[in-house]
């Protein structure tokens, strides 16, 4: 009977930091709402007792002493997890690695990873990085981090066992379709600048820009590149924009790269359950490129922000797609920071393109369709817990109109070969830059057409 005040008071205080916390968690869930508070209904209250009660009954009686703030914390990544598959808590270290990858600089191996029916995947090697020379390939799965099983191991834990400093070495084992049974490969870490703009001149006056990711300084960039290939020129004739393997980054640098080739109408537009995430960004005619032709390189890497630019061009008729459909993420995530520094990345709008569409789990589709679909390549759809496709969004229904008039009017190309050759060309660009050509050597003979008519 003795043991009975003890355990109360250990439950008082129990709930004392849940309340706490729980109270952080409300705060965020009504993050952006016009401040209404609304009541919890008594079922609610019901469910919260139930938690507190077995919270109560795990810190008295577990076999070790566990600590309630990690119970609670671990009880919010369990509730955000079961939201959709890019909802998550941000631990402190969490946090403060998300803020890295937008600067485009870490120590590590350079991979990009997911999660595909529970098991840990590379989604694709970053290139000129340590994984990348030491072969490893998409969709290797990947068993051991050093001796450490990635059974049920967190992307965010995966991540900080494969980051380190320059110069120190690491064993990932991976399995792949392949091997007959997993193989471990040696990495040495290196400083992993990603850069996201590279490009170069393709001959003829043709130039190509490729976006890794979308980072704090893409658009300036971007702008930077095109600058040096000479595309406000009367002599430049046209663009590669290539987004292939482009996992995403940062909204704003997507609607600003998208603005930098339109000079008006909506880029996309963003409507979430709160009133203040539905919001709708419009291109500007402020320093618009000129109008030369240009293809934009996508495949089943290219998701999230890569998908907002083909998407937009694509809409506006600005350029034509080339490649293979995209992964399909739609969905837009809110970064709350929270007061222990740690943060709530949130799933808070669906995004649509111009013409009101979302490619939540459909992805882009090209106009022009060159590659073969990897069938066991990871999609959107694939992702346990993904939301539900939807056809419309906040687009005006004058751009709506437009766009359709636009699809009917487009002829669907479809080639079904390999995206890289037998000498390893790459046909996706050279199908593009065939493509670029054509265009002008149509219109120089619709030219000559037009003189004889007139002769």
Not at 339 to 351: F, G, I
């Amino acid at each position: 009977m003795e043991e009975v005040p003890v355990r109360e008071k250990k439950l008082s205080s129990m709930l004392t930091v849940f309340t706490i916390l729980l109270s952080t968690v409300v705060v965020v869930l009504l993050w952006g709402a016009s401040q209404r508070v609304a009541a919890i209904a008594e079922e609610e209250y019901e469910s919260l007792r139930i938690f507190t009660d077995v919270l109560g009954i795990v810190e008295s009686n577990y076999t070790e002493e566990v600590e309630v703030k990690e119970l609670v914390y671990s009880a919010i990544k369990g509730m955000l997890k079961s939201l959709d598959p890019h909802s998550s808590y941000l631990t402190v270290d969490d946090f403060h690695e998300m803020k890295i990858d937008t600067k485009g600089s870490f120590g590590g191996i350079g991979i990009e990873i997911g999660m595909r029916d529970s098991a840990l995947t590379v989604i694709s090697p970053i290139e000129d990085t340590p994984a990348f020379r030491a072969g490893i390939m998409a969709q290797d799965r990947i068993v051991k981090i050093e001796e450490k099983s990635t059974v049920d191991m967190s992307l965010g834990d995966a991540v900080k066992l494969m980051r380190g400093k320059k110069g120190t070495d690491l064993t990932i084992t991976i399995m792949r379709d392949s091997f007959e049974k997993p193989e471990p490969f040696l990495l040495t870490r290196a400083v992993i600048k990603i850069k996201s703009v590279k490009s170069r001149e393709l001959g003829d006056g043709f130039g190509y820009v490729r976006i890794t990711q979308f980072q704090e300084k893409t658009t300036k960039d971007v702008t930077k590149a095109l600058k040096e290939l000479g595309s406000k020129k009367e002599d430049f004739k046209g663009l590669v924009l290539d987004l292939r393997n482009n996992p995403g980054g940062l909204l704003n640098q997507a609607v600003w790269v998208s603005d930098i080739f339109l000079d008006n109408g909506i880029i996309v537009s963003t409507k979430g359950r709160v009133s203040a995430q539905d919001l709708v960004y419009s291109a500007t005619q402020k320093n618009t490129e000129p109008e030369y032709p240009i293809i934009v390189i996508v495949n089943g890497g290219s998701a999230s922000a890569s998908e907002i630019v083909a998407g937009a061009l694509q809409d506006h008729s600005r350029a034509v797609v080339l490649g293979t459909q995209t992964f399909g993420k739609g969905s837009v995530q809110t970064i709350i920071p929270l007061p222990d520094n740690s943060a709530v990345r949130l799933t808070t709008s669906k995004y649509y393109t111009p013409s009101g569409a979302s490619i939540q789990a459909k992805g882009i589709v090209p106009d022009i369709i060159v590659g073969e679909v990897v069938e066991d390549h990871l999609k959107e759809a694939d992702l346990a817990g993904h939301l539900e496709s939807e056809d419309e969004g906040t687009a005006t229904k004058k751009m709506k109109e437009k766009a359709k008039k636009s699809i009917k009017k487009k002829i669907l190309i479809n080639e079904n070969v390999s995206a890289i050759g037998k000498d390893g060309e790459d046909v996706q660009l050279k199908r593009a830059l065939d493509y670029l050509k054509s265009w002008y050597l149509f219109r120089e003979k619709e030219a000559e057409s037009k003189e004889l008519k007139v002769g």
